[in-house]
């Protein structure tokens, strides 16, 4: 599978951006997709998650209520829209996929050890 983000750019806090996903792959259904993000000096961390069918979802506490994850399963795409951006939001957003067949509908992967497949990032940058 191969992915590619789109979607980030520079904004002002309390704006609004949306980042998108699109995977080349035949069986998208089958494949957790999340993303994660980088910031200059600290690791890879998990912000958003949804399932195969996209019945499930997750979040970090930081962008709980601010950031939502959607996937459409028709079109082999993931999306993150981010409202209420925040300075501390700015990091390089990577699109992540894991095969998840052999897990409950409803698994969420966290940890970015267990990602499989990465895009290539996409800066995302919130000035004050």
């Known amino acids: 599978v191969q992915l590619q983000a789109s979607g980030g750019g520079l904004v002002q806090a309390g704006g609004s951006l949306r980042l998108s996903c699109a995977a080349s792959v035949r069986t998208f259904s089958n494949f957790f997709m999340g993303w994660f993000r980088q910031a200059p000096g600290k690791e890879r961390e998990f912000v958003a998650g949804?399932?195969?069918?996209?019945?499930?979802?997750h979040y970090a506490d930081s962008v709980k209520g601010r950031f939502t994850i959607a996937r459409d399963n028709a079109k082999n795409t993931v999306y993150l829209q981010m409202n209420s951006l925040k300075p501390e939001d700015t990091a390089v957003y990577y699109c992540?996929?894991?095969?998840?067949?052999?897990?409950?509908?409803?698994?969420?992967?966290?940890?970015?050890?267990?990602?499989?497949?990465w895009g290539p990032g996409t800066q995302v940058t919130v000035s004050s």
């Open positions: 992540a996929a894991r095969p998840a067949t052999y897990y409950s509908e409803s698994y969420i992967f966290t940890r970015s050890n267990d990602i499989n497949t």
């Open positions: 949804i399932s195969r069918s996209g019945g499930s979802t």
